[in-house]
């Protein structure tokens, strides 16, 4: 099975990159399953009913999100319906929404998903090392192939649930920063790993947004409400290949496919 991990959407230019590139990776690699984070997917922040739809209309078969899927209310009652946007499961019980997710392949094989929030430098949330083992459990009573989506700052924190999780899941895949990093591997035991995904968006920004609105804020300390920047975008994720009958990996590749406003 291949499946593919879109890097986190920011806003309209990172769903323009998705809708101009997907279609082309999917024919390419021959992709069985499409997995994006797709927390600041409407505006740079947050998510709505809307662009979520919008994002599965255009060949997401899931999303996952982390701390900034709250910041539209809209989105609420949306996760309650709808299965094919997760929040991160180590949220307190009663939040809205699930944590996990079981859904089918475009060849028929289930997989598992299960989207947590790091703990360093972010909110005092149960522990995701813990709450992996508790949903993991659950979750290897129907299937081998597990995704896990590890939304966290810092790096030490990922490295560390990726060794945690080697050969209990098929993938930890880290997200959050909006920087691609250059460690993808497989583990000894059969789990691929990457630190950070990367970006989807704009590519002459800072991590997405306006770069003189983000530097002015740097030099001045003073608030300034965050723009998403326009021009050139990027797709950037991974392919996992995975093996169906184990729910080993068996190859992680890093992709990052730019186009002008021009065209490719």
């Known amino acids: 099975m291949e499946v593919l991990f879109i890097a986190d959407i920011v806003g309209k230019a990172g769903r323009r990159a998705v809708f101009q590139f997907l279609p082309k990776i999917i024919s390419r690699y021959s992709i069985d399953f499409v997995l994006a984070n797709g927390e600041n997917a409407a505006g740079g922040l947050g ?15 899931l999303l996952t999100s982390g701390n900034h899927v709250w910041e539209k209310q809209e989105i609420l009652s949306f996760m309650e319906s ?21 859904i089918a392949s475009s060849i028929n094989t289930r997989i598992g998903i299960l989207n947590l929030e790091g703990r360093v430098f972010m909110k005092n949330l149960d ?41 209990e899941v098929s993938a930890v895949i880290g997200t959050h920063t909006h920087v691609q990093t250059a460690d993808e591997k497989i ?78």
């Open 47 to 61: 998510i709505t009913p809307q662009v979520a739809e919008e994002l599965v209309r255009g060949g997401v078969d």
């Open 127 to 167: 522990c995701p090392f813990l709450v992996a083992k508790r949903e993991i459990e659950k979750l290897k009573k129907e299937i081998e192939i597990i995704i896990v989506d590890f939304h966290a700052e810092a790096t030490s924190e990922k490295v560390a649930l990726g060794w945690f999780l080697d050969g």
């Open 82 to 102: 709808d299965k094919r946007l997760i929040r991160p499961a180590n949220y307190p019980e009663g939040t809205p929404g699930s944590g996990t997710a079981l």
């Open 187 to 264: 583990l000894p035991k059969g789990t691929a790993y990457i630190t950070d995904v990367g970006m989807t968006g704009p590519i002459h920004s800072i991590i997405g947004m306006k770069k003189e609105v983000v530097m002015r804020r740097f030099l001045t300390q003073i608030p300034r409400k965050f723009e998403v920047a326009k021009g050139d975008i990027q797709l950037q994720g991974v392919i996992i290949g995975i093996d169906n009958e184990t729910g080993k990996s068996t190859n992680i590749e890093r992709i990052n496919l730019t186009s002008t406003i021009n065209g490719i």
